[in-house]
DNA sequence: TCTGGGGTCCTAGGACCC
DNA sequence: TCTGGGGTCCTAGGACCC
C-alpha cells in the first residue's frame, strides 16, 4: 500500500531583512527594506514596513516620503552574505531529513515521509527553534501531504501568530479552514492573470478553487497547469520531491545601467562583463554552451523616449566555457542589434542550451588550442575566487564602467570577506 | 533623477514532411 | 487546378516562481 507522501515547507521570515538584522539587532522591532540592484526598488521588507503599506517591488522614488517619515532603515542587497547565510540554513536543515529540496534561496521542502512515528508539529518546532539558536535566523513550517498545501500550511503559520511558527495539515481536521482563509492568488501557481480571470467568475478564496469543476478549469483556462495545482489542494500529490538539483538549462547575466547611454563602447564593456560573469557560473556547475543570446533594451518606464529592445541568439561553432570566446560572438551579435539612435537602459546575455563541458562535441575545422583555453580559465576562477571577484579580469570589461549601477548603502560580508567582519568593541 | 535579476514550464503557431 | 490531414520539430511569448 501507498502511504501518502509528508512535506515540510521550511521558509525564512523576510529573509534578507532578517539576514541584516542578525548583524544589527538593534534593528528588530523597526522598520527595515533591503533594495534591489539598482538601489531602485524594495524587493524585502520587515513586518514593520509591510504595515505602513510598502508593496513587494515598489520602486523607491515613489516611497521616498513614506520612508523617511518612519525613519526605515534601508539596505542595497548583499548577496554575497545572503547566500553565505542560506547555505548555513540549509545545512542544518539536512540534519533534519535525509531527503530536502533546496527550492529557493529562503525555502527548503523536507521529505519527512519516512518520519511515521513522530509528531510533526513537535519535531517542526524543534526544526524551528535550532535555526533560530544556530544562525539567528526565524522561520516558518508548514507541513501537508502535497507541497502545495505545505505551502498554505506555511502561509498561516507565518501570518497567525496563534501558530507558532509552525502549522500541521497533515489531518484533515484543519484543511477547509486554511483554505477557506486564503486567498486564491496567495496559492502557489495563481498570479495575476489567473486571479483576475478566477475573481471574475466569482473564485475568490483557495476553498473554491479546490472545489471547482475540472471541465470548468480544462475550459478556462485550457492548461493542465492549473489542474495540477487543484488536485494538490485536494491532497492528491502530483509535484515530487526534487531532492538532486537538476543541472541548469540556462544561465542570465544582465543588469540596468547606472544611467541612459547611446554608446557602443559601453554596450560592449557592459556585454563583455555579463558573459564573464554567465561563463564563471557556467564553469563552476561544469557546463558548457554553443548558443549566447544578447539583448538591449531602452528604458520602458520612459514612454516618452523612442522604444527599442531586441535581442539575437548567436552560434557558436563549438561549445565552450571558454570566456574570451563567448565574449567574441556575444560582442558580434551585440554590433548586429545595437542602433545608435536609442539610449540604452538594460543589458544582458543568456547561455542557452547548457551541456556538461565534458560532452563538447569536437569539430574537426576547429583550430583552436583547447587545452591552453581550459587552463587558462582555471587560473583565472583560481585568482577570482581567492582575491576576489574581478581580481583579474579581460580588458574588453572596462576600468571605468561609467554605466555601472551603484550599491551606496550595502551592510558588510560579514562572513565571507576578512576584512569585512563584525567588530565587537 | 529614481522602476531588480534569475530561472522554469507550457502553449500556440509556423515550417516542414509524407 | 485542386487545396487533406496527420505528424514532428522548433521558436516566441506568456505566465509563473522567488
Not at 58 to 64: L, N, R, S, T
Not at 142 to 160: D, F, M, P, Q, R
Not at 211 to 217: A, F, P
Request: net charge positive; proline share 3%.
Amino acid at each position: 500500500m501507498n502511504r501518502k507522501p509528508v512535506f515540510a515547507l521550511a521558509d525564512c521570515n523576510n529573509f534578507y531583512v532578517s539576514c541584516e538584522r542578525v548583524f544589527q539587532p538593534s534593528l528588530e522591532g523597526k522598520p527595515v527594506v533591503v533594495l534591489s540592484n539598482n538601489d531602485g526598488c524594495i524587493v524585502a521588507r520587515s513586518n514593520e514596513a509591510k504595515a505602513l503599506g510598502i508593496p513587494m517591488g515598489a520602486p523607491v522614488h515613489q516611497y521616498k516620503q513614506l520612508l523617511k517619515q518612519h525613519r526605515v532603515q534601508l539596505f542595497s542587497s548583499n548577496y554575497t552574505l545572503y547566500g553565505d547565510m542560506s547555505n548555513r540554513v540549509t545545512s542544518i536543515l539536512s540534519k533534519f531529513t535525509p531527503d530536502m529540496e533546496i527550492y529557493s534561496v529562503d525555502e527548503a521542502f523536507l521529505d519527512l515521509s519516512g518520519f511515521t512515528s513522530i509528531n510533526y508539529d513537535k519535531y517542526a518546532r524543534l526544526i524551528r527553534k535550532t535555526v533560530k539558536q544556530w544562525i539567528g535566523l526565524p522561520i516558518s513550517i508548514g507541513i501537508a501531504h502535497t507541497k502545495t498545501l505545505a505551502k498554505v500550511a506555511n502561509y498561516h503559520a507565518k501570518h497567525s501568530d496563534k501558530t507558532g511558527g509552525v502549522l500541521d495539515l497533515t489531518s484533515p481536521r484543519y484543511i477547509d479552514e486554511a483554505l477557506k482563509r486564503l486567498e486564491v492568488s496567495e496559492v502557489w501557481g495563481i498570479g495575476r492573470k489567473q486571479r483576475k480571470k478566477l475573481e471574475s467568475r466569482g473564485i475568490k478564496t483557495a476553498l473554491q478553487l479546490r472545489d471547482m469543476d475540472d471541465k470548468d478549469i480544462m475550459k478556462i483556462f485550457n492548461t493542465v497547469i492549473l489542474l495540477r495545482t487543484v488536485y494538490e489542494l485536494r491532497g492528491i500529490s502530483c509535484v515530487s520531491l526534487e531532492a538532486i538539483p537538476s543541472t541548469k538549462k540556462s544561465i542570465i547575466s544582465s543588469r540596468s545601467f547606472g544611467h541612459l547611454t547611446s554608446s557602443l563602447n559601453d554596450l560592449r564593456q557592459a556585454i563583455a562583463t555579463y558573459t564573464a560573469r554567465a561563463a564563471e557560473k557556467m564553469r563552476y556547475q561544469g557546463l558548457a554552451t554553443n548558443h549566447i543570446m544578447v539583448f538591449i533594451q531602452t528604458n520602458r518606464f520612459r514612454p516618452w523616449e523612442a522604444q527599442y529592445s531586441n535581442s539575437i541568439t548567436v552560434q557558436m561553432p563549438v561549445a565552450t566555457d571558454c570566456t574570451h570566446e563567448l565574449a567574441h560572438y556575444a560582442l558580434i551579435g551585440l554590433d548586429k542589434i545595437f542602433k545608435a539612435e536609442y539610449r540604452y537602459h538594460k543589458a544582458g546575455v543568456i547561455l542557452l542550451d547548457l551541456i556538461p563541458a565534458s560532452q563538447i562535441q569536437q569539430n574537426i575545422f576547429d583550430h583552436q588550442d583547447r587545452d591552453r583555453y581550459h587552463g587558462l580559465m582555471q587560473a583565472l576562477d583560481k585568482i577570482n575566487l581567492n582575491f576576489g571577484s574581478g581580481t583579474l579580469r579581460y580588458a574588453s570589461e572596462g576600468f571605468e564602467k561609467p554605466w555601472r549601477i551603484k550599491s551606496e548603502i550595502r551592510s558588510k560580508r560579514y562572513t565571507t570577506s576578512w576584512s569585512e567582519l563584525l567588530e565587537v568593541t
